[in-house]
């Protein structure tokens, strides 16, 4: 009991972080069950994918009522997700954990990067108006599937939401803007992290007792968090935004 009670409470701080960035917030979750809570890497990251589902279903259906999502290209990059995520979880059963554990490191170190991109050179692209309509062509299918199937390998072998990977891809090769890239991504990432999830579960790679008490916390202190995002100074946002997980996956690999 003791321990669920300190899960809760730790993650409902780290949750008022992910909220008010809003972040997915997986790879800090398994920087913090790896180095917090003495949990195997590999059972960290089948534990952060399965408090995810809850995360990113709640956040999409909000995406959804707010005309956030578009359907279409969320579904594709998410089936091409869900095969790429049960490869991940079948290829990470191979890698020894303290490799596993720099891997995923660097793999937040990455998004890190990719986050600091998006800030830097998203207003650039160029996307269709909101309200316009989408039309997807192959070519974008596939790619839109490739994308999927590396963003839900990732996922699922590093333990990291790779939500900076695909709302990129959302702006580039289907064109979204950015609010209807955010949404939509929450789409992918729910069959990405419930795919996941399942398929590190089947390895024994989730521990319940964790995951419920990180679902709670994550779920409660995210909601609080968001409420913080529109008061926020910009400046603090956007350095919180970079800072958290490059602080995460820094700590994967010094510590």
């Known amino acids: 009991m003791d321990l669920f009670i300190l899960l809760i409470a730790v993650f409902f701080a780290v949750g008022v972080t992910i909220g008010f960035i809003g972040a997915g917030g997986a790879g800090v979750m398994v920087s913090i069950l790896t180095l917090g809570f003495d949990l195997p890497i590999h059972t960290a990251v089948g534990t952060a994918l399965g408090a995810m589902v809850f995360t990113t279903v709640s956040g999409a259906i909000s995406h959804y009522r707010e005309g956030n999502v578009v359907i279409k290209p969320g579904v594709i990059l998410g089936i091409g997700g869900v095969l790429g995520a049960v490869l991940g979880a079948d290829w990470s059963q191979n890698v020894p954990e303290d490799v596993l554990e720099y891997a995923a490191g660097g793999a937040l170190l990455f ?12 207003h650039r692209l160029s ?3 909101e309200g316009d309509d989408l039309h997807i062509d192959t070519r974008q299918t596939l790619i839109g599937g490739v994308v999927g199937s590396l963003g839900g390998m990732a996922s699922a072998f590093f333990g990291v939401g790779m939500a900076p990977f695909v709302q990129l891809a959302l702006m580039t090769v289907m064109r979204l803007p950015l609010i209807q890239a955010v ?8 069959f990405i992290s419930a795919s996941g999830s399942l398929a590190l579960a089947s390895h024994g790679d989730l521990s319940l007792v964790h995951m419920i008490g990180v679902t709670i916390g994550m779920t409660a202190g995210s909601y609080v968090g968001a409420k913080f995002t529109r008061r926020a100074p910009r400046a603090l946002l956007k350095f919180a935004i970079v800072a958290v997980p490059f602080l995460g996956g820094l700590s994967l ?3």
């Open 253 to 255: 690999i010094v510590l």
């Open 183 to 190: 949404g939509t991504t929450m789409l992918a990432l729910c």
């Open 111 to 122: 998004l890190a990067l990719l986050v600091w991109l998006r800030m830097q050179f998203g």
């Open 127 to 129: 996307t269709i108006d």
